[in-house]
């Protein structure tokens, strides 16, 4: 599915990213995507780092409280970003060998 990256606050003041990637918006020129980005499923997000479609955010507790920020306007204590990770490393299975992560931006 697509979503957009960033709908409380700008993505990029949250990542630190020097590009500002207007997603899918470059293709289709329509407003409704800019900032839009395909979600990737949840599985193996604790082994796929860095993470986001730029790779600008190294550790998933980072991305977890930058998706926190962005997304939700919120920031999360830490024994609620610590179960939220926990979570997510709990998805976790064998790394597709075709796995590539993003190119690094920074």
Request: aromatic share 10%; charged share 20%.
């Amino acid at each position: 599915m697509n979503q957009k990256f960033g709908v409380v606050t700008d993505y990029w003041t949250a990542t630190k990213s020097k590009n500002v990637d207007v997603g899918r918006f470059a293709v289709t020129r329509d407003d409704a995507d800019r900032y839009v980005f395909r979600v990737p499923s949840l599985r193996n997000v604790a082994k796929t780092a860095p993470y986001f479609h730029d790779g600008s955010v190294t550790q998933l507790r980072d991305a977890v409280q930058v998706m926190a920020s962005v997304q939700l306007g919120r920031g999360l204590s830490t024994s609620d970003t610590d179960a939220i990770v926990a979570f997510l490393e709990g998805l976790t299975g064998p790394v597709p060998a075709h796995f590539a992560p993003p190119e690094l931006s920074r």
